[in-house]
């Protein structure tokens, strides 16, 4: 899909920014980005911000291997269960 290939690339951008962003209130901007972007990609976001908590702690705490509902914000263990979980709110 074009748009979430966007949104990968961006993520990626974004990933790498945070590596090597030395101002704590603009890391915490791209930590947000990020985690706005692994959530709109249903991305686990423990995994993809492993660099960002390596450079500082200043990302907001996600529980460990979630995947957060972008609708409504509850979390799930799996991909599977996420995806189940978002068919309701296309009714
Ligand atoms: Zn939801």
Redesign the pocket.
Known sequence: MRLDDERRNRLERNTKALAVETDARRQYDIAFQILSDCRALHLPVTQVLTVATAVQPVVPPVPSGSFI??????SFNSHHALCG??S??RK
């Open positions: 509902c972008p609708e409504c914000n509850r979980h978002m309701a709110h």
